[in-house]
């Protein structure tokens, strides 16, 4: 069986291998080298070294959806997986109509992220309308109502996964922990968090990327108004290389520096999480 696998392992494999290098490997090394060029189409292009970069950081727009996107991610990654953890301890309880819960919590996750923006534009204009005002009249109802809508989709997807988490604990350790005379808030902090540290790295993972890399919400919900402020690093990308003529290049060297940054954040999180679930 072991030598019919390495026989055939490079045919089965190939067509894979070729799609990745087509869709993924392939444009994305052409992305980086089109990062150092100034072009209108990619066939004429014309390397200009560190130049793209250089007007990358010095454009105002790029450092102002820098800053917008960080202190989303930040607000949205601790709201959601805090709210997911709780909502996810209750329904391991003994109660009655978790299922139905569970469902109706998830049901969000599977909504798209264009309907999804312009449902809660609805909503959240129609409740700023008694007070004359609309999402885009301040950049802090923009901000916030962002955070409403990514907590509204992905709560439900992060309670599953600490669900998963939560009922692969042994009842003898929590058993054991209140013979020890631990109370329920030592044992949530002693035994439940550090059993659950795997879903606690998926969870992270999954909403940081997510959320530094959200841009149809962000498009459906405020488009970046009023005056840009509300714009994150996906629309801006976006903005630049589709809006502004001449400036493909430095939407190219934009959407690099965006790559590394979401990887490097990811990274070290998953580094830090995982040497947690090494000492549990």
Known sequence: MQKAIKKWFPLFALPTLLAFALSFLFPFIMGLYLSFCKFKV??????????????AFQNQDFLNALWFTTKFTIVSVITINIIAFVFAMLLTKALKGTNMFRTIFFMPNLIGGIVLGYIWIMIINGV???????????????FWGLVILMNWQLIGYMM???????????????EA????????????IHVTIPQVMPSVT???FLTLT?????????YA???????????????DIYNTFYGRVGW?????????????????????????????????
């Open 128 to 142: 700023l309308y008694y007070s004359g005002a609309t999402i885009t009249t301040s950049a802090d109802y923009g």
């Open 210 to 218: 997510n959320s530094f890399r959200l841009f149809d919400q962000n």
């Open 42 to 55: 990619v066939n004429n292009a014309e390397f200009v070294g560190l130049q793209n970069y250089q007007r």
């Open 177 to 188: 922990a209140e013979i020890d005379g631990a109370n329920a808030w030592q044992r949530l």
């Open 160 to 174: 599953i996964i600490y669900i998963s988490g939560i009922q692969q604990i042994s009842p003898d350790l929590l």
């Open 202 to 204: 998926i969870c992270l």
């Open 248 to 280: 493909q290049g430095v939407g190219q060297a934009k959407a690099v520096i965006f790559f590394i940054i979401v990887a490097a954040i990811a990274l070290s999180q998953l580094y830090f999480t995982r040497s947690k679930e090494v000492e549990s």
């Open 221 to 235: 919900l405020t488009a970046g108004a009023p005056g840009k402020q509300t714009q994150m690093l996906a629309l």
